[in-house]
């Protein structure tokens, strides 16, 4: 766009006012999306950019999928260069392989060269192939070398999240030369909050926050004020590793060091924070059975996601059957127990997600250590016999006035506590277990534990009922 | 301590190695808490010093939770001065209000007159009437005040995480007078990453990030250089939304401003990491139907935070049942009925778990609002269509096989399509009604969603059974 067409649309008074982009529950507000829509089909790229110029990338992000697909494609190419490519990093991932598609790869590569290193690569790495090497082929040099190291890193590990951008200085500048080399140099990263000091073979001796070196004199010898308890982390670690730093040392940067401890790059806490976001995300879909699925997947991705678990309850479902149809003569002289049986295994299910989740969660969060462990085990047993008590006389006293069958009562209430306290425990052991054979407990606890807890509740109460009935 | 004493513990050469703090899988070293414990025994304050003294607030926390309670009052009571009362920050609520019964409020205060005032209000807030009062009395005018407006906001709220220390400047000022009030100005907050540009009744102007600042010359005027899109949180808004706009803009940090506008505090991100991960995880329990509990919390806790769900879940169950006790004849006429009713219960409950779950967690980042929610609701029917005669030819094949009755599997593959598409729907139409009613849907969805699948399950089972088999 050239400068009299953007003087054009920013000058010009008799424009009309642009609604706010997002209403007071910060939803995007309808009316300007409508708009949005309107100004594409009309190919109005003077009145698009106007829209589109002040906003962040991550309401870009929001705008885009907001629309539809076609619509999304038709924007970026309205706003050619004034696209900002970072806003891809803001949308979801079916929506970005969808655009990298569509758009050509020298405008891709074009877009990329503007953005820090790990915007670059969080765009790059779901591009495979040749069209990955042609749009790299069409980077600078030194940008091509950074980002193919980046994406030699496997997948969410420090290394692919990091940003090669960074400031690093001898330890013998002073405060002064420091300030005035920042002045003068052009290639530095976008943000930055620390200084990293390093000697010539790029190992780090210390770091600088701006602002101790805001508040030192000139004349300050960077090694002196540098602060040296070194933080670091290693690029082959895992995403989540990094992020666990990140809040124990409260930092808002970190460094990134290769298996020779050379400074490659440093992670920034923005990118920490989408990392927690993610993992707290997986976490609640893998205890539900979900894969890493995202709500702008089509049908068949959602599908997929969901069959192995499904699949897996298939089977632990048929499992608590086999168990039933031991007790099929006893059910047919008593229909009874059929109608309450589900009640157990229910409550049973429930409790031991409960403690499963707790446990879950404290796993990932590392709060579960070998010091509360006993005491966690222990906890649990009890909570499963104060539940396990209290909804048995509940459940007790309910079922002997329907079926008018006191012992009836008495039955269901020795099964509920048997499985509350099965429940308890599995909930707890199973996801440790799983943990120390180093399997991911938020994906498998759950089947193992409702496993349990349908078997143990149908077992026990048809089992203790047909010895109370005599109902061999 | 007298310096004496501590040349004497960091000099002394002959002094046995501190083992390290934490094992490779980042999880603390037995060998280090058990000598700390040996060392808290033997009353032996400089070795307990040595130990300590090099450790972050946050490892000093994770020690002070893997300790026993006893040990934990003797350890703060061994450092004395040296204790960092920021540890306080770092662990369990359970634990930090039992040390803080345990503590002599004078001491308290001493220890939180020390901190940013976001550390100092997180430990008070749990402390209620004259233990507060006395601990507030207790410190200097200036702090007293800033801590009591802290805490007059609601929880959770960003006036409550707020920091009450940062540096505010006119818009006339230049760098180089910024720089020199900087390194004279004693009263700076710990750590800053940006400066507020105000007028002169504290109304946000602009804000300048530091690495700015130090890119330019001393001469430039503030205003020239300042960024002056004003992104600002209120006061009583709440923390989560206060995250949401760190993530939106990837800030590091942002102004805290009253109604009236005037700039009051700084949110940084080290406390928003927290929030984010504290939301995550009440996300997680709220779906499995735990309460706000902690690992550390005692049994009674963990009982009351799981009575209720379990109450709401005994009252669904029973609802189930009833539905059962509709076609007793039915059953006792066919017991296989009652082998096989609950795997087409569990399978339906799966699928509505998988549903809520990715709707519940869209609804709570925000990913989900009214430009994909119609598509969404097609695509769970649609793979509720999927789900169900995929496991509808499994189950229908096992039963007809188990039980030598084609008639019977086309009867429970009928009822598993039906329940599967009941799940699919219920899974995203109750987290959206909820959401609409204003009610959490992470808390009350999956009551409702079961209670609809065991429905759903057990009558189209029974009731297609009946019709097929003529059992009435």
Request: aromatic share 12%; glycine share 6%.
């Given at each position: 766009m050239s400068n009299a067409e953007q003087a054009h649309w920013t000058d010009d008074a008799e424009l009309d006012a642009i609604p706010p982009l997002r209403d007071e529950d910060d939803r995007l507000n309808r009316d300007w999306i409508d708009q949005i829509v309107d100004l594409i089909a009309m190919k109005d790229e003077n009145e698009v950019a106007r829209y589109m110029a002040p906003l962040h990338a991550s309401d870009v992000g929001d705008v885009l999928e907001a629309i539809s697909p076609a619509d999304r494609f038709e924007l970026i190419s309205l706003l050619?260069?004034?696209?900002?490519?970072?806003?891809?990093?803001?949308?979801d991932d079916a929506v970005r392989l969808e655009l990298m598609e569509l758009l050509p790869n020298t405008d891709i590569a074009r877009g990329v060269q503007e953005l820090d290193s790990d915007d670059a690569v969080y765009i790059l790495e779901d591009i495979q192939g040749e069209d990955r090497e042609e749009i790299l082929d069409a980077l600078p040099t030194f940008e091509r070398l950074a980002l193919k190291r980046s994406l030699?890193?496997?997948?969410?590990?420090a290394g692919r999240r990091m940003q090669t951008e960074f400031i690093a200085i001898p330890p013998f500048w002073t405060v002064g030369q420091t300030i005035d080399y920042m002045r003068e140099a052009?290639?530095?990263?976008?943000?930055?909050?620390q200084i990293y000091v390093v000697d010539p073979s790029y190992n780090l001796l210390g770091t600088l926050a701006l602002d101790r070196m805001l508040r030192a004199?000139?004349?300050?010898?960077i090694k002196d004020i540098m602060n040296s308890t070194i933080i670091e982390v290693e690029a082959e670690e895992d995403q989540e590793e990094a992020a666990r730093v990140f809040e124990r040392y409260d930092l808002v940067e970190v460094a990134v060091v290769d298996e020779t401890r050379r400074l490659v790059g440093v992670l920034t806490v923005d990118d920490i924070v989408d990392v927690i976001q993610e993992e707290a995300g997986e976490d609640i879909k893998r205890l539900a059975g979900?894969?890493?699925?995202?709500?702008?997947?089509?049908v068949w991705n959602a599908v997929r996601s969901r069959l192995t678990w499904l699949g897996v309850n298939l089977v632990t479902a048929i499992l608590a059957s086999l168990v039933i149809g031991m007790f099929d003569a006893t059910i047919q002289q008593m229909v009874a127990l059929a109608v309450l049986m589900p009640i157990v295994a229910s409550m049973g299910g429930n409790a031991g997600t409960q403690t499963m989740t707790v446990a879950v969660r404290a796993l990932s969060t590392r709060e579960?250590?070998?010091?509360n462990v006993r005491r966690l085990i222990t906890r649990e047993f009890l909570v499963g016999v104060v539940n396990g008590v209290v909804f048995a006389i509940v459940i007790g006293l309910v079922a002997s006035i329907w079926f008018a069958s006191p012992l009836l009562g008495l039955v269901i209430g020795a099964a509920m506590v048997i499985n509350m306290i099965a429940a308890g425990l599995s909930g707890i052991l199973i996801p440790l277990a799983l943990d120390k054979l180093k399997i991911d407990p938020a994906i498998a606890s759950s089947a193992f534990v409702t496993t349990v807890t349908d078997v143990v509740g149908f077992m026990a109460f048809l089992y203790i009922a047909a010895l109370a009935f005599n109902l061999f």
């Open positions: 050619g260069e004034l696209f900002d490519y970072s806003a891809l990093t803001e949308v030699d890193f496997p997948e969410e590990t052009d290639d530095l990263p976008d943000d930055f909050h004199k000139r004349p300050a010898v979900v894969g890493n699925e995202e709500i702008s997947g089509n579960l250590d070998s010091y």
